[in-house]
């Protein structure tokens, strides 16, 4: 079943609900995503229902509310609806813009809350180096910044350069220390919560787990490599129900925290699915069976 739900800051997401013996899943890699790697999304997509999920270690997981190029204003109100104790703030440098926006978010959480930087990359080692000082005072303190470069040698750079903690994605054949102090997971590009909690295991890092676009079903994957790590030291970026303005599972079960929290347990969309998240394009439905035909053969 092909679907699309609206995102709350524009546009729509797009995958696939696989429905296996003991459970729903969701196949949903992005557009860029090359063909060699859609096997993992794949893995993650009927890992719940064929092998199951690794066994919890902890029945709820505290998660981060994430904050996009939005006003202050907006910001701050984003913050507070949330009810999360820890936010992660999109930047793009250290303009005023990006310091008001931290600021503002700093004010939302008070003294005690946590704030992260994600620069998606978009930095050099120079750059990045200037960026974090002045976002890390505006913040009165950042946790990490999270992809502040690219290139391997500018993020080994980074790390001489400043004192705040480094997120990098981790990768099943990369070597993140020497790179990064934390390793960012994601069970759809790692291939679902079990390969995920080795490839965690095997970083030696702490790590924090993510799930990007995704509805509650697809989340909840990430949800459950959550539940399971043997130590959680940071706030989980998986809260589906903060970033869709739809979700295919009941609105009871929707992945919005409560108090700052999600609980670790399964989803399925809801039994009658609403007709506008049922695609119903031709050419779209064709395109995701080629894209699933191709996560199959590898």
Request: aromatic content about 4%.
């Amino acid at each position: 079943m092909v679907f699309a739900v609206p995102l709350r800051g524009g546009g729509t997401h797009e995958g696939m609900m696989l429905e296996g013996p003991q459970g729903w899943g969701e196949f949903s890699p992005p557009a860029d995503c090359p063909d060699v790697l859609l096997g993992r999304w794949l893995t993650a997509a009927t890992e719940v229902g064929t092998v199951g999920w690794p066994d919890a270690v902890r029945g709820r997981v505290p998660v981060a509310v994430g904050i996009g190029a939005v006003d202050p204003g907006r910001a701050q109100a984003q913050v507070l609806e949330s009810g999360c104790r820890t936010a992660t703030v999109e930047v793009h440098g250290a303009t005023g813009e990006d310091i008001d926006r931290v600021a503002a978010v700093r004010a939302a959480l008070g003294p005690n809350g946590n704030i992260r930087c994600d620069a998606r990359e978009r930095w050099d080692a120079e750059s990045a180096a200037s960026a974090i000082g002045a976002l890390d005072r505006a913040a009165g303190g950042l946790e990490f910044v999270a992809r502040p470069c690219a290139d391997h040698e500018q993020l080994r750079a980074v790390r001489r350069l400043v004192d705040v903690p480094i997120a990098v994605h981790a990768a099943p054949d990369l070597e993140l220390r020497g790179l990064a102090d934390i390793a960012i997971v994601h069970c759809g590009a790692l291939g679902g919560a079990r390969r995920a909690l080795r490839v965690a295991e095997i970083s030696g890092l702490p790590c924090v787990v993510t799930s990007g676009e995704q509805t509650s079903v697809g989340a909840a994957v990430g949800v459950a490599l959550a539940g399971a790590l043997p130590t959680l030291p940071f706030a989980c970026e998986l809260a589906a129900g903060l970033v869709l303005a739809g979700d295919p599972v009941a609105a009871s079960r929707s992945l919005v925290p409560v108090d700052g929290f999600l609980p670790v347990a399964p989803m399925s969309p809801a039994p009658q699915l609403p007709a506008a998240y049922k695609v119903t394009d031709p050419e779209r439905i064709r395109w995701w069976r080629r894209r699933l035909q191709s996560a199959i053969a590898q």
